[in-house]
């Protein structure tokens, strides 16, 4: 029996091979609309690119292989791929999702499929018996992130596909945040994993790319032919971006973690800052659940200054020089964002603050530069 690899080796090997034409190490950029035929239907397994790519069958084997799943499906982008799953569904059925989401997935959620049938609850996650109390006949998915954007709520993976499995609900993950280094769902029993592979899969803030991985040969199945039919596939360039930056995401992540953690225990005893949320903490909600399912606890954190007001938050976020000031995450660079003017704003006002996204709150993506550049060009703004 052959040997599994570890991670650090998945990323650079997994589902690769030598391309067996020239024997190139990389995956060739295949940019081809359509494959010659010996005859009708007679063809070297590809036929068209919207069906078929090499250079995207090599992206999906890896993300498939880093995630310790069975089938990978590459998409224009993570909303392409959340569209996808939601395509799954029928009119009438509920899908229940965390009250604390990107606001692009609220939106799409809201905007446009609630106008085709799909009913939406948004509930706390961080305890299953809360969630079970919510659960109808009708209900079909459950949508979680964990750590959430942008309050870093944990949510227990193992926990959520026990309850899925007991009333049968698709269980489906989104695990950007955390990103297939930290932690794998499948293996805590989810049926669907999706991520926003523009973030830390591709790591370089150079592409817009989604993904899905599934263990279930019927629900590859299905997801396969929606990606198809509907036709939101990313291009060959895009695919051979990800699958570079899939290559270091081990060595990147590893000093993503360092720098949060180091940053948050700075921002967590600074006199200006009111609240800091990272998983890392151990008065974090759920921390002990994050220690069980993550191997570390991410590049991403929130928080609030004192006087808890948008002045004082925009005043800070406009005084930094190193953290660049945009929308995303996951890149080598540290990013600052503000969620209620930025990534959450199509979230009503009353809904987000209900779930901790005030005015006042700063989301940070901790990159991967010297520590204490980043550390100083903080103490700087908040002075």
């Known amino acids: 029996m052959k040997k599994k690899l570890h991670f650090n080796s998945l990323t650079i090997h997994g589902g ?41 069958t090599a992206l999906e084997k890896n993300i498939a292989a880093i995630e310790n799943g069975k089938h990978g499906m590459a998409f224009a982008s993570g909303l392409a791929a959340m569209d996808a799953v939601m395509k799954l569904l ?30 939406f609850r948004f509930i706390p996650m961080r305890d299953t018996a ?38 049968n609900i698709t269980l489906a993950v989104d695990n950007t945040f955390a990103s297939p280094y930290l932690q794998q769902p499948l293996e805590f029993g989810a049926d669907i994993v999706m991520h926003s592979a523009t973030k830390y899969l591709a790591g370089h803030s150079d592409v817009i790319l989604g993904s899905l991985v599934v263990n279930d040969d019927t629900l590859a199945e299905r997801l396969r032919f929606i990606q198809n039919a509907s036709g939101a596939v990313p291009s060959p360039m895009d695919c051979f971006l990800v699958l570079r930056g899939i290559k270091t995401l081990h060595v990147r992540m590893e000093r993503h973690c360092e720098n949060a953690a180091q940053i948050a225990a700075f921002l967590q005893q600074h006199p200006k800052i009111e609240q800091v949320y990272w998983p890392g903490f151990e008065t974090h909600p ?18 609030v200054p004192e006087k808890s007001s948008f002045a004082m938050a925009q005043k800070i976020i406009t005084s930094l020089k190193i953290f660049t000031l945009a929308e995303s995450l996951g890149g080598i660079e540290s990013l600052v964002g503000h969620p209620a003017s930025m990534t959450h704003a199509s979230i009503p006002k009353a809904i987000r603050e209900k779930s901790g996204v005030v005015d006042a709150l700063i989301r940070l993506s901790v990159g991967i530069e010297a520590v204490e550049d980043l550390i100083a060009d903080l103490d700087q703004a908040l002075s």
Not at 35 to 47: I, T, W
Not at 101 to 115: D, H, M, N
Not at 154 to 167: P, R, S, V, Y
């Open 90 to 119: 029928q009119p009438g059925d509920e899908i229940l999702a965390t009250d604390d989401l990107y606001g692009g997935s609220y939106r799409l959620f809201t905007k446009i499929f609630e106008a085709y049938g799909l009913v």
């Open 16 to 56: 690769q091979a030598p391309d067996p034409a020239f024997g190139a190490v990389m995956p060739p950029v295949y940019m081809t609309s359509t494959y010659a035929q010996s005859a009708p239907g007679d063809h070297k397994g590809y036929e068209y690119s919207r069906t078929h790519n090499p250079t995207r």
């Open 130 to 167: 809360t969630v079970a109390q919510h659960i109808t006949p009708k209900t079909k998915l459950f949508w979680v992130e964990t750590p959430t954007n942008p309050m870093m709520n944990i949510i227990d993976l193992k926990g959520m596909a026990e309850l899925a499995k007991a009333h």
């Open 286 to 303: 759920n921390h002990t659940v994050a220690k069980q399912q993550m191997n570390a606890f991410g590049g991403m954190l929130s928080f």
